[in-house]
């Protein structure tokens, strides 16, 4: 009798085991990610390509600190800062535009886009220390509104912008090397070439609202929320 209550013991303590191995193993998973409203989960900081970046929707960052800190040369911060400043002037038209025509799409997820690129250039300055520049191209974004007289022409300029916006990262990689910083440029051109530019054609093309998307439509078709590219998925370095 003492043997086989020592057996079901023995028994009902490895079942224990079992059973909380499973939930620390929720436990944890379950603390990799953020839970998302609707279920799903941003990937984490160490997801499937392993450079730190974090998906989801509305975050599409890369964390720079998951990078080496190298030496910063001077051709370096003058590429942050020309990048900062485009940045900055993208955001501005696209606030202006808003200012004139309400909350008309694709503009107000675009400029929500724009916020989270300067944000991104702004990790790089305070990565090293550097103090980041202020926003001085309000100025150069009113001259590109006084061409405006409907969304249609909004959009037109803001194609025009993303190809050049395109083109200055290109013009940039080749004076910057530290992985951080091509890092982001990649990020960042990769969603004005493949998210903000599709976006605003198709504006440009629409005959809906008032030459554009129209005010309260639906952003779906936008494609500018996509710029996690599914968690990475088509990062490219700058240079082959």
Request: aromatic content about 8%; some cysteine.
């Given at each position: 009798?003492?043997?086989?209550?020592?057996?079901?013991?023995?028994?009902?303590?490895?079942?224990?085991?079992?059973?909380?191995t499973?939930?620390?193993s929720?436990?944890?998973?379950?603390?990799?990610?953020?839970?998302?409203?609707?279920?799903?989960?941003?990937?984490?900081?160490?997801?499937?390509?392993?450079?730190?970046?974090?998906?989801?929707?509305?975050?599409?960052?890369?964390?720079?600190?998951?990078?080496?800190?190298?030496?910063?040369?001077?051709?370096?911060?003058?590429?942050?800062?020309?990048?900062?400043?485009?940045?900055?002037?993208?955001?501005?038209?696209?606030?202006?535009?808003?200012?004139?025509?309400?909350?008309?799409?694709?503009?107000?997820?675009?400029?929500?886009?724009?916020?989270?690129?300067?944000?991104?250039?702004?990790?790089?300055?305070?990565?090293?220390?550097?103090?980041?520049?202020?926003?001085?191209?309000?100025?150069?974004?009113?001259?590109?509104?006084?061409?405006?007289?409907?969304?249609?022409?909004?959009?037109?300029?803001?194609?025009?912008?993303?190809?050049?916006?395109?083109?200055?990262?290109?013009?940039?990689?080749?004076?910057?090397?530290?992985?951080?910083?091509?890092?982001?440029?990649?990020?960042?051109?990769?969603?004005?070439?493949?998210?903000?530019?599709?976006?605003?054609?198709?504006?440009?093309?629409?005959?809906?609202?008032?030459?554009?998307?129209?005010k309260?439509?639906s952003?779906?078709?936008?494609?500018?929320?996509?710029?996690?590219?599914?968690?990475?998925?088509?990062?490219?370095?700058?240079?082959?």
């Open positions: 009798m003492k043997k086989s209550t020592l057996i079901v013991l023995t028994i009902g303590l490895l079942i224990g085991a079992l059973i909380f499973g939930c620390s929720a436990i944890t998973n379950a603390n990799n990610g953020e839970q998302l409203g609707n279920g799903e989960q941003k990937r984490g900081y160490d997801g499937e390509n392993g450079n730190g970046y974090r998906g989801g929707e509305e975050s599409p960052y890369l964390d720079v600190n998951n990078y080496p800190k190298e030496d910063l040369s001077e051709s370096e911060i003058q590429a942050m800062t020309e990048a900062l400043m485009d940045e900055y002037k993208a955001r501005d038209f696209y606030t202006l535009v808003i200012e004139k025509f309400g909350d008309v799409n694709p503009f107000v997820n675009i400029k929500r886009a724009e916020e989270m690129h300067i944000d991104s250039l702004k990790k790089l300055f305070e990565k090293y220390g550097l103090q980041i520049p202020e926003d001085t191209m309000m100025d150069e974004a009113k001259e590109l509104m006084k061409n405006v007289n409907e969304i249609k022409d909004a959009c037109e300029i803001g194609v025009q912008a993303e190809i050049e916006n395109g083109e200055i990262y290109e013009r940039l990689f080749e004076m910057v090397d530290n992985q951080d910083i091509e890092a982001v440029f990649t990020s960042l051109r990769d969603a004005s070439i493949n998210n903000h530019l599709k976006a605003f054609e198709k504006c440009a093309e629409s005959t809906m609202g008032r030459g554009g998307y129209g309260g439509e952003d779906k078709n936008c494609g500018c929320d996509e710029e996690h590219n599914e968690g990475g998925k088509g990062y490219r370095r700058g240079r082959d």
